[in-house]
């Protein structure tokens, strides 16, 4: 059983501590090697490490403060242009994000997802503050870095939600 995905948490709090930049490309290899609808792979990727630039992210919500003092934040952008059949980008950007949330915990780190799609008006203030064209969509952007705490497993495991054949109350 791959542990990865039960000691994964959401991680807001972040020592000062710098992000080499290969760490930083294998996360984001991982979230190209995410499943996408008829394999467009439509994503890419704004790494924001600079603090002018993580503070844009950091006051596009209430909910996403610590942002700026993550040592990396990284915008996950959906290219409209690799689009076949319209809307499935979706799909394969939560699946790209989350398997960046899984790189980070096997880098030994922490980090957070923070929603920005299918929020228009957070999704529009972020193209006009990074200039991204209108075929450029912000999806998510995951703020991570060294942890202050060390996740352990959880067991989520609820049977009662699992149904075979048809749904039974």
């Not at 992210?57 to 990284?74: C, F, G, L, T």
């Not at 060294?146 to 989520?156: D, F, G, L, Q, V």
Request: hydrophobic share 40%.
């Amino acid at each position: 059983m791959n542990e990865t995905i039960f000691i994964r948490r959401s991680i807001r709090k972040f020592l000062n501590t710098p992000i080499e930049r290969e760490v930083i490309e294998r996360i984001i290899s991982a979230g190209m090697h995410a499943p996408s609808a008829m394999n467009t792979q439509p994503w890419e990727f704004l790494v924001l490490t600079r603090p002018e630039t993580r503070n844009i992210i950091a006051e596009m919500s209430p909910y996403a403060k610590m942002a700026a003092n993550a040592p990396v934040v990284i915008l996950t952008l959906a290219n409209l242009d690799l689009e076949k059949d319209g809307g499935w980008y979706a799909q394969g950007l939560a699946a790209c994000s989350q398997n960046i949330l899984l790189q980070i915990v096997e880098e030994g780190l922490g980090g957070v997802w923070l929603g920005i799609y299918p929020v228009h008006s957070r999704m529009k203030k972020l193209q006009e503050a990074f200039s991204l064209p209108e075929t450029l969509l912000p999806f998510s952007a995951i703020p991570f870095g060294h942890s202050e705490r060390i996740n352990k497993p959880a067991n989520r495991f609820t049977p009662s939600k699992i149904h075979y054949d048809q749904y039974h109350q």
